[in-house]
């Protein structure tokens, strides 16, 4: 009997050890995760744990040196391009593998492969996009640059020497925890992220929301609400500034500019709309503002805040160049940075790029469609995915026009989005083919001058962007940069007519005549995501642009500084003045003034005396950003809903909002239509979205206290895992800030690399930092060490070497690869 026992016992174990260490459907192998030989155990990493002092590698050409500093920053002394390239994907691979797989897996459409169908939908969608089909085009076309294709072989060879060293034990943690392994890197893989950029900065339209208004009320009203240049604005090229070129013809509006649309018919289409979170500040002062009589440069990009930080600190030199700044994981390059004679950095444009069309199908077959006068044959593609847990792969077809894409041919209830309609084809520049965008950041990186620069920025396609510069030379400039379509105004505010050749884009805006300014007379250069350049501009690059807070708070502050210092401008970064309220907060405590009991309330004797600030513990911030979004969904909502699932809008612009608060306070849009028996006054509003604000406010946080209302404990500033793993992110991070102020620190984005660089005739000096850390390991001190003095605003000094042989006491490790 205990034999029989023993047996069955012994089975069980088999048994158990054999599931265990197997998948389970879409659950990874649990045995092989918790075994402390070579499970997630062996992730562990502490501060005193260092790279190998020595490798030996296929691949490289000659000996490469690596130093890493205090921050595990490496610093990569070749003696080729090959080779710092080759060991820029190593490294970078080492520290951040599973950050790159899993954004080209998201641009691909290919995350149901590692997460199961849960991320069909989304994978189907992406894959509609085109940014796949497009990555493999964009990368047939470019490696016609010779140049452009060893640099991306090189970086790919570098990150597969480290893929072939893995063991299941040495594999990043979310691999163990997902259940799969890391694949082979491509050059394809590198355009693949520079797509995911692309769709970040570039992947977003208003087109539809717009039409559903022009719909509803026609175009006097639309043009009133939504005028195409803002009262308030402080452009990036200074107005007045000369336009030194002669225009190439632009064409013509035509007679009608949107589809074919009923007054009655609305689209329901929730495509992104264009987020002001997503954004960034850049500026450099001239030698004659500085204190030391060269140009000062500070960027600050603002993209969502994630562990894995988006961004990766390096330094590579060989011969010909040697340069510093921050990287994106599976690109190779500096794209944000400085060398030993100029400094560059970039903030997004944000111009309309992404159009749509309605297309009229012969037949549900859809392989022909109505356009010129004549029926044109559609493409067709298919796309197959594997699912994880999947036996049989699924397959999709996706029809295009000469336009674009159809994003969705067929009605279902499985469609990511249950309000996109049907047969309407998208225009993307995210999808033009002849982007070498990378070879812009390759020459940057060796620039030396002005002229270099702008030889640079001629091989950058998308997403634009405005490209800062300064130079030891004593120059700065500015230029918002891309390929950029040449419309008729307002083409793209509105759905177009697919079927009318007068709607297509009719080519593009010459590279050379982008806006750009050199040494202003002003003296210092800046963006904000605002408008490009003022009306006189010849060319239409869209209606809509970032609010213009931050930029005219950036360029008040830079006119007036004198003797500017690198800290001077870190202080500018973290600056956290509210312009908004400056606008509208007296015109607003007007009103309040006239009713006794919302004067005598804590909450109005705070915001009274508040100091127009967005710093950590101002309760007057609180309140304020609670009721002017308050106010706005008070006065638009009824009449420009953006929550109605069949007919969504956009309210009217802050801009537009305050300046109808205060010139036409009588307007019919204070009028609340959903309250038949009532007619409420601009007043009215104001008084009511107060209080309710107070309300909102009482309810969440409890009574009005220091603590509790405190602006930083509202906002909560989250940093959270890239793929949302529980335990691997940051919460609740101390900071003020918001989105329209230069500090534009909110609840999930803000600066996610802070960089002041001084120029120098002999070696510049300079600081940054970005809220994580170097290595891609939770387990890791240098997975988030950067956050707590991010938060305060403070910088690194950079280690910036001249040569491998410098001593540093910041100086870490080395390490030395060898040809295998």
């Keep these: 009997m205990k034999f029989v026992k023993f047996i069955v016992s012994l089975i069980a174990a088999l048994g158990l050890t054999l599931l265990l260490n197997g998948p389970l459907g879409s659950i990874p192998a649990l045995g092989r995760l918790f075994s402390p030989f070579e499970g997630f155990w062996q992730n562990g990493e502490d501060k005193t744990t260092l790279p190998p002092a020595n490798l030996q590698l296929e691949g490289v050409n000659d000996e490469v040196n690596i130093v890493f500093d205090d921050n595990r920053v490496p610093h990569v002394f070749a003696k080729n391009d090959h080779d710092v390239y080759f060991a820029q994907g190593y490294l970078v691979a080492r520290d951040r593998l599973w950050q790159m797989e899993f954004y080209t897996l998201a641009a691909s459409g290919r995350l149901s492969e590692v997460v199961g169908e849960r991320a069909l939908e989304l994978d189907r969608y992406n894959r509609r996009m085109g940014m796949a089909d497009a990555a493999k085009k964009v990368y047939e076309n470019g490696k016609t640059n010779k140049i452009f294709d060893e640099v991306l072989n090189a970086y790919s060879a570098g990150v597969n020497a480290y893929i072939k060293q893995l063991k299941y034990k040495d594999l990043p943690v979310e691999y163990k925890i997902i259940g799969y392994q890391p694949e082979e890197w491509s050059p394809y893989k590198t355009i693949l992220m520079m797509m995911n950029m692309r769709n970040v900065l570039n992947g977003g339209s208003d087109d539809f929301r717009m039409t559903n208004a022009?719909?509803?009320?026609?175009?006097?009203?639309?043009?009133?609400?939504?005028?195409?240049?803002?009262?308030?604005?402080?452009?990036?090229?200074?107005?007045?500034?000369?336009?030194?070129?002669?225009?190439?013809?632009?064409?013509?509006?035509?007679?009608?500019?949107?589809?074919?649309l009923s007054t009655s018919e609305s689209v329901a289409f929730n495509i992104p709309s264009h987020s002001p979170e997503i954004g960034s500040n850049n500026w450099a002062v001239g030698g004659e503002k500085s204190a030391t009589g060269l140009p000062i440069l500070a960027n600050d990009p603002h993209l969502q805040l994630t562990l894995p930080s988006i961004w990766y600190q390096m330094q590579l030199s060989t011969p010909t160049m040697n340069v510093y700044g921050a990287c994106l994981p599976g690109a190779p390059g500096v794209v944000i940075g400085f060398n030993k004679d100029v400094a560059w950095g970039v903030t997004n444009v944000g111009s309309?790029?992404?159009?749509?069309?309605?297309?009229?199908?012969?037949?549900?077959?859809?392989?022909?469609?109505?356009?010129?006068?004549?029926?044109?044959?559609?493409?067709?593609?298919?796309?197959?995915?594997?699912?994880?847990?999947?036996k049989e792969?699924?397959?999709?077809?996706?029809?295009?026009?000469?336009?674009?894409?159809?994003?969705?041919?067929?009605?279902?209830?499985?469609?990511?989005?249950?309000?996109v309609p049907v047969s309407h084809a998208m225009r993307w520049v995210a999808l033009e083919k002849d982007g070498t965008d990378l070879m812009a950041f390759y020459y940057l990186n060796r620039a030396k001058n002005y002229d270099d620069y702008r030889k640079?920025?001629?091989?950058?396609?998308?997403?634009?962007?405005?490209?800062?510069?300064?130079?030891?030379s004593n120059d700065i400039a500015i230029t918002p940069n891309g390929k950029l379509p040449l419309k008729w105004k307002e083409q793209g505010k509105f759905i177009m007519d697919g079927s009318n050749p007068a709607h297509d884009w009719q080519g593009w805006i010459p590279t050379e005549q982008n806006p750009t300014v050199k040494n202003p007379s002003r003296g210092f250069v800046s963006s904000a995501n605002q408008f490009s350049a003022d009306p006189t501009y010849p060319y239409y690059l869209g209606w809509k642009f970032a609010p213009s807070e931050r930029a005219?708070?950036?360029?008040?502050?830079?006119?007036?500084?004198?003797?500017?210092?690198?800290?001077?401008?870190?202080?500018?970064?973290?600056?956290?003045?509210?312009?908004?309220?400056?606008?509208?907060?007296?015109?607003?405590?007007?009103?309040l003034n006239t009713d006794a009991s919302l004067k005598n309330s804590s909450a109005y004797q705070t915001l009274a005396k508040w100091n127009m600030k967005n710093d950590a513990n101002e309760i007057g911030a609180t309140i304020f950003e609670r009721w002017v979004r308050e106010i706005r969904y008070a006065i638009w909502e009824d009449d420009f809903s953006m929550k109605n699932d069949k007919s969504p809008m956009n309210y009217p612009s802050r801009d537009r909002t305050w300046e109808l608060i205060v010139k036409q306070p009588t307007a019919q849009w204070f009028?609340?239509?959903?309250?038949?028996?009532?007619?409420?006054?601009?007043?009215?509003?104001?008084?009511?979205?107060?209080?309710?604000?107070?309300?909102?406010?009482?309810?969440?946080?409890?009574?009005?206290?220091?603590?509790?209302?405190?602006?930083?404990?509202?906002?909560?500033?989250?940093?959270?895992?890239?793929?949302?793993?529980?335990?691997?992110?940051?919460?609740?991070?101390?900071?003020?800030?918001?989105?329209?102020?230069?500090?534009?620190?909110?609840?999930?984005?803000?600066?996610?690399?802070?960089?002041?660089?001084?120029?120098?005739?002999?070696?510049?000096?300079?600081?940054?930092?970005?809220?994580?850390?170097?290595?891609?390991?939770?387990?890791?001190?240098?997975?988030?060490n950067m956050i707590d003095k991010w938060a305060k605003g403070e910088l690194n000094e950079l280690l910036f070497m001249k040569s491998k042989d410098e001593k540093s006491s910041r100086i870490s490790a080395t390490m030395t690869i060898l040809k295998k």
């Excluded at 792969?393 to 990511?416: C, F, Q, R």
């Excluded at 918001?738 to 600081?767: C, H």
Aim: charged content about 20%.
């Design 671 to 784: 009028d609340n239509t959903t309250t038949k028996d009532k007619h409420e006054t601009m007043q009215d509003i104001v008084k009511s979205s107060f209080q309710a604000s107070i309300d909102s406010l009482t309810k969440k946080f409890g009574p009005m206290n220091a603590s509790t209302w405190a602006w930083t404990n509202v906002k909560s500033t989250d940093i959270n895992h890239l793929g949302r793993l529980a335990g691997f992110g940051r919460q609740d991070i101390p900071n003020g800030g918001g989105s329209g102020i230069v500090n534009a620190t909110t609840e999930l984005n803000g600066p996610s690399w802070r960089m002041v660089v001084q120029l120098d005739k002999g070696w510049p000096k300079a600081y940054g930092l970005y809220p994580g850390g170097q290595s891609g390991n939770p387990a890791s001190h240098f997975y988030d």
């Design 456 to 472: 640079a920025l001629t091989y950058y396609i998308a997403p634009a962007q405005n490209f800062i510069f300064a130079s030891n």
């Design 214 to 260: 022009l719909s509803k009320y026609g175009m006097d009203v639309v043009k009133d609400l939504f005028p195409d240049y803002p009262s308030n604005e402080s452009p990036i090229i200074p107005t007045g500034t000369k336009w030194n070129f002669t225009p190439v013809s632009v064409p013509q509006t035509p007679a009608q500019i949107t589809a074919n």
């Design 352 to 390: 309309d790029v992404m159009d749509f069309y309605q297309i009229k199908f012969k037949n549900n077959s859809k392989k022909e469609y109505w356009y010129n006068g004549a029926w044109k044959p559609t493409t067709m593609r298919v796309e197959e995915f594997v699912v994880k847990g999947k």
């Design 393 to 419: 792969p699924l397959k999709d077809t996706v029809y295009s026009t000469h336009h674009g894409p159809i994003v969705y041919n067929i009605a279902s209830e499985k469609n990511l989005n249950q309000n």
């Design 552 to 591: 005219i708070r950036i360029n008040e502050r830079l006119e007036k500084m004198q003797k500017a210092t690198i800290d001077s401008l870190r202080m500018l970064q973290n600056d956290n003045f509210n312009v908004e309220a400056r606008r509208i907060l007296p015109e607003l405590i007007k009103i």
